[in-house]
């Protein structure tokens, strides 16, 4: 090619982006005269996933890492994030995520709905993130808001004034909703296609998001996809997402190329909040990932797109699987909690303008706090702590040894019977609760003892570290089941039945209830010799049941929790906690003995 027709070439990029001026030329672009210039130009991706608000350092395993080296190392921090980002940004570079970037996350970010989070990424260059399932704990009104900006409904404004909204594009291709008459401005970007586009998605859906996201670098347009896992409504209350219905991944994103391809955008890249499992103790470039539903998205998606960037198994792997046409594709996750950046290069060729996939390169970075802490992102963590201080330091109760959120044989875990019993107290009173069942996925982390390494070793539990255990503000809610279908949610707890239990949860008891499962027999049949206060229960008796409006919505694949009548809503479950830590302290690790397992 003629320097004059590679000249054309990025011209019309330019014109079809209207944002693109010619100082964006490609590095290295030959200068006028010169007789070669380059075919294609690079292209740098830096993506993150899973972040789940963590601007302090996470502690604990949270916070460790293992290297390339095969060193286990500390990782992760906003501070420390900042500086490796920088370091290894150059002018080809786009930055992405791959959801959960909030939710779930420590209360420094979580007490101001993690705007904190938001405009952190922000500063961080963040260009197009997909959405996870974390990014609905608060609902789809609230991800609205969190996009757009404006205060908090309830809360109002957080210290550092009105919210701008996020100054990156989240984007969710498969997150429709279901009634198709829903206004929506999801296709507004898209602008003068967005008639064809419309008529492209006839078949499809409403969007509830925008689903995809051009981005621009050295005049070539990047579409980015964004998918969520579609098993969110599974996992997230349903309250908050009751219009909406979360579509197959694969479906989604082979309209959403569709869609890019007809507004000439063929360098595609899939943010998809989904991942597998991988082999303990990899290195985070290992592709020791365990074929699921992470790679069903990343093989069977059009071959139109180039790369799949995955999350949600907070598991750190670079895979090369085969697309649908038998090409290469990369495959990759980053871990979470910010603990790894993944770096993607490739190239993309100026005469059709999609990525040259033999140029595909990609590397996972550990984010290790042996370099300095970006100064300003550092101050701006501060700022946060200084705010946040006099709530997450004040000292609500304490524990003779750890608290940990590990189970044991019968599933049960020390810390999961304690938020069972704080249930159970918070809704006798007004909600008539007999029992408590906790979900053991909400129960976050461990209450270690000494309780921090910054202080206390006393024992002494902070309201900041309760939070950490408890995130999801949550409401405590009572329904009244029957026993047979109390039977039926216990029933629920183990894979092999109707419901889709994914794998065995163990819901936590509260300390009045026992029963007996066996593991051996059948899918129905494993439950039995149920009791409360020692009394055997009966299939008609009907029993007040306590539980997070998480469970009682049908969530972690508990459907029996909807047949539930007379809803009562009381307190938040972090407040339950707070409570019962302070009226029962100092609290002993309970023996997990509620449940008997019978081979
Ligand atoms: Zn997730």
């Known amino acids: 090619m003629t320097s004059r027709s590679f000249l054309r070439l990025v011209l019309a990029g330019a014109v079809a982006s209207g944002a693109v001026a010619l100082a964006a030329a490609p590095a ?12 294609t130009v690079p292209v740098r991706l830096l993506a993150l996933n899973d972040f789940h608000g963590n601007l302090e350092p996470p502690t604990g395993s949270s916070g460790r890492m293992v290297d390339e080296n095969g060193k286990t190392v500390d990782a992760g921090g906003a501070a420390y994030i900042a500086t490796h980002m920088k370091a290894l940004t150059d002018k080809n570079t786009i930055a992405v995520a791959q959801g959960d970037l909030i939710g779930a996350s420590p209360l420094l970010s979580a007490a101001y709905h993690d705007e904190p989070s938001v405009e952190f990424l922000g500063k961080l260059g963040l260009k197009v993130a997909a959405v996870g399932n974390h990014e609905f704990d608060e609902g789809y009104t609230e991800l609205r808001r969190i996009m757009k900006g404006g205060c908090h409904p309830v809360d109002g404004c957080s210290p ?16 429709l909703f279901k009634n198709p008459n829903e206004r929506t401005d999801a296709l507004a970007a898209l602008g003068a296609q967005q008639a064809q586009a419309k008529k492209l998605m006839a078949d499809w859906g409403v969007p509830a998001l925008p689903p995809v996201s051009v981005k621009w670098v050295n005049g070539v347009p990047i579409g980015f996809i964004g998918l969520v896992t579609q098993t969110t409504p599974n996992i997230v209350t349903a309250e908050g997402i009751k219009n909406l219905k979360f579509i197959d991944e694969v479906k989604a994103a082979n309209v959403a190329s569709k869609i890019l391809k007809l507004v000439g955008v063929r360098a595609q890249v899939v943010l998809v909040h989904e991942g597998d499992q991988v082999n303990a103790g990899q290195s985070p470039d290992a592709c020791s990932a365990v074929a699921g539903a992470g790679a069903r998205i990343a093989t069977q998606v059009d071959p139109e797109i180039d790369v799949v960037l995955t999350g949600h198994s907070h598991q750190a792997y670079l895979c090369k699987i085969k697309d649908p046409a038998g090409n290469d594709r990369l495959y990759s996750q980053g871990g979470s909690f910010g603990r790894v950046i993944t770096q993607v290069d490739l190239k993309v060729n100026l005469k059709n303008l999609d990525i040259d996939r033999s140029s595909v390169v990609a590397d996972n970075h550990v984010v290790t706090r042996t370099v300095d802490p970006d100064p300003e992102i550092s101050t701006f963590v501060q700022t946060w702590k200084d705010r946040v201080a006099p709530v997450a330091n004040k000292a609500i109760g304490s524990i003779t040894a750890e608290l940990s959120n590990t189970a044991g044989p019968s599933g049960e875990s020390p810390l999961g019977d304690v938020i069972a019993d704080a249930q159970l107290a918070a809704t006798r009173t007004g909600g008539n609760a007999q029992i408590a069942l906790m979900n053991p996925g909400g129960v976050r982390t ?22 950490t255990v408890q995130p999801f503000n949550n409401l405590m809610q009572v329904v009244t089941l029957t026993g047979a279908q109390l039977k039926t949610v216990l029933e629920q707890q183990f894979t092999g039945g109707p419901n889709n239990q994914a794998f065995t949860k163990i819901l936590q008891p509260s300390a009045n209830f026992t029963y007996t499962y066996s593991t051996s027999a059948p899918w129905g049949s494993k439950v039995s010799d149920m009791k409360i206060d020692g009394v055997p229960v009966t299939d008609t008796q009907t029993i007040r049941v306590a539980a997070n409006n998480f469970l009682v919505g049908g969530g972690d694949a508990f459907a029996a929790f909807t047949e539930g009548t007379d809803l009562w809503s009381g307190p938040l479950d972090i407040d339950a906690f707070v409570d019962y830590l302070g009226a029962n302290s100092p609290i002993t690790p309970p023996a997990t003995n509620r449940i008997t397992v019978t081979s």
């Open 28 to 39: 290295g672009a030959a200068s006028p005269g010169k007789a070669k210039a380059p075919l």
């Open 160 to 175: 550092a004034g009105k919210w701008k909204g996020a100054s990156f594009d989240y984007v969710g291709a498969n997150v």
């Open 446 to 467: 461990s209450l270690n003892y000494p309780s921090s390494p910054a202080g206390e070793g006393d024992g002494v539990v902070t309201y900041g570290e309760a939070f």
